[in-house]
């Protein structure tokens, strides 16, 4: 009897996988249907401050040690608590493969 651990030669494959997939396609046509150039000439004084702003964010993350080492401690903090999740999720599917074979 055919099970999801026979279908992919032994390999799992995340049933969440198509989810990402629509994700990113939909990011993409949202991406792609901006015209970045037509909405700075429309409204050119609100995108040169939103350009400034980040300007000014992305000068003084890379300016200051102090911000630099934050960003760089809730990043590493934030990856860390992603790769625990996944371990988890590992582990209790490896969990209920080994409870299908008994």
Do not use: C, F
């Not at 949202?30 to 970045?36: G, I, Q």
């Not at 939103?50 to 903090?77: C, E, F, K, N």
């Amino acid at each position: 009897m055919p099970t999801h651990h026979t279908e992919h030669n032994g390999h799992r494959v995340s049933r969440k996988s198509n989810d990402w997939q629509a994700t990113a396609k939909q990011a993409a046509d949202v991406l792609s249907r901006l015209d970045v150039p037509h909405v700075i000439r429309k409204n050119p004084y609100p995108a040169l401050a939103v350009a400034a702003g980040a300007g000014l964010i992305l000068g003084i993350t890379v300016g200051s040690r102090l911000v630099r080492m934050l960003v760089g401690s809730v990043g590493m903090y934030a990856v860390g608590e992603v790769a625990r999740k996944y371990a988890r999720q590992a582990m209790e599917n490896m969990d209920e493969g080994e409870e299908m074979d008994n």
